[in-house]
C-alpha cells in the first residue's frame, strides 16, 4: 500500500501486523489511494460507528477500506429505503454483520423480492436478517431452498 495510507491507516490506530494482513488479504490495498480509505472510514462513521468499533469491524473485513462509492450508495438504499431500518437498527446489522456493506446489491434485492412475492412483510424480512444476518451473502438459489414458495 502507498505510504500515505500505510502512515493514515497506523495514525488511526491499526498494529503493522493488521497493515500487512490487510495487505494479504486484499490485494486492492496496493492500488487504493488515501481518498478512497478515508471516504471509506467516514462512511462508517457515519453511521454511528465509533473509532473503536470501526477499527474492530476492518480487522474482521478489510475490504470495507477498498468498497466503491456505487456499492456503498446501492446497499445504502437497501437497507435504509427498502428494509426501512432506522440508525439504530443499521449500525446494529453492522456490528452484527462486518460484510453488510460488501455484499451484492443485487443478490440482496433478489432475495427481498423473492419473500415479499412469498408473503413475508418488511418486518418479518428484517427479523430474518437479524436472526442469521449471513443470509445477505446467499445466491436467490439457497435462499429458495431456505424458504420454498408458498403454495396459493
Not at 502512515?7 to 481518498?35: A, C, H, V
Not at 478512497?36 to 477499527?55: A, H, Q, R
Not at 432475495?111 to 412469498?118: S, T, V
Amino acid at each position: 500500500m502507498i505510504d500515505e495510507v500505510y502512515e493514515y491507516l497506523k495514525e488511526f490506530g491499526f498494529t503493522k501486523e493488521d497493515l500487512d494482513s490487510f495487505e494479504n488479504i486484499n490485494e486492492r490495498m496496493y492500488f487504493t489511494n488515501l481518498k478512497e480509505v478515508t471516504k471509506n472510514i467516514n462512511f462508517l462513521s457515519s453511521k454511528s460507528l465509533s473509532k473503536e468499533e470501526i477499527t474492530n469491524l476492518i480487522r474482521n473485513n478489510c475490504f470495507l477500506l477498498t468498497v466503491k462509492d456505487n456499492r456503498l450508495e446501492s446497499l445504502d438504499n437497501i437497507y435504509l429505503n427498502i428494509l426501512n431500518l432506522n440508525n439504530g437498527e443499521l449500525k446494529k446489522l453492522i456490528l452484527l454483520y462486518p460484510y453488510t456493506y460488501i455484499e451484492s446489491p443485487i443478490e440482496i434485492e433478489k432475495i427481498i423480492a423473492y419473500l415479499k412475492k412469498n408473503n413475508y412483510t418488511i418486518d418479518n424480512i428484517k427479523e430474518i436478517i437479524f436472526s442469521k444476518p449471513e443470509i445477505l451473502s446467499y445466491k436467490l438459489d439457497k435462499i429458495e431452498k431456505i424458504f420454498p414458495k408458498k403454495e396459493d
